[in-house]
């Protein structure tokens, strides 16, 4: 049973969903699964940014690979998924964003 619903901003997303191999993107739909519907998400799947109002990442680790997605909460019950990006490291570098 959904929880919340998660939709995607524009096609930022969805043009870097199509860009990953099927088991990445396997991996992604499991992690948009557990946002739509487990109470409490892990925080190895979504985690808040530290410095941000509200923007998030869900984060997606296949082997040694690992991916982010950054998304935000409308109203709690709606989670907005804006782009992903592959990460070089565990820790994403500081970045600041005006307005989130």
Not at 5 to 30: M, S
Not at 71 to 77: A, E, H, L, R, V
Request: aromatic share 12%; hydrophobic share 40%.
């Amino acid at each position: 049973m959904k929880i919340r619903e998660v939709v995607a901003y524009e096609d930022h997303f969805i043009n870097f969903l199509k860009d990953q191999d099927r088991k990445v993107q396997d991996k992604i739909f499991k992690i948009i699964d557990a946002i739509e519907t487990l109470e409490r998400i892990p925080s190895n799947y979504l985690k808040h940014l530290e410095g941000t109002n509200g923007l998030y990442e869900a984060r997606i680790k296949l082997a040694s690979n690992i991916w982010g997605v950054f998304c935000f909460f409308d109203k709690g019950k709606l989670v907005i998924l804006l782009n992903g990006f592959t990460k070089k490291t565990e820790k994403l570098l500081t970045v600041k964003f005006r307005g989130l």
